[in-house]
């Protein structure tokens, strides 16, 4: 199902898209497709966003990553995730970052994303 909303500022109407999830019927999940470029080549691909996964963050995963030849930088200290039941993630720690610019709606800005997985 595509909803589109209007924005209060400009009458331009984005398109927002509303699916329910596989695992549960009664779940939805709500897209937006965003530009992501490279900081190094200037290379980029839309992407499909997924909007308040419930993270505290933004996180890619390692795959992803790999698939892109994104260049990733070391954090100083691993960030231990943790799933809705305290449990610890199967994916371990978060012990990388990407920097990207991220496109969306005529918009850009610089960002450093956590990779997830290994």
């Known amino acids: 199902m595509k909803v589109s909303t209007s924005d209060s500022k400009k009458t331009k109407k984005k398109e927002v898209e509303v699916r329910k999830t596989k695992r549960d019927e009664s779940l939805r999940e709500i897209t937006v497709k965003i530009g992501l470029e490279r900081i190094d080549t200037q290379e980029g691909v839309t992407v499909e966003e997924l909007l308040n996964s419930g993270a505290m963050g933004l996180v890619m995963s390692s795959e992803f990553v790999r698939k892109q030849e994104l260049q990733l930088k070391k954090i100083d200290r691993p960030i231990y995730v943790r799933n809705i039941d305290s449990s610890f993630n ?16 005529g918009h850009r800005k610089r960002t450093e994303i956590n990779m997830i997985g290994r």
């Open 90 to 105: 199967q994916e371990e720690s978060i012990e990388h970052t990407v920097e990207v610019n991220i496109y969306y709606q």
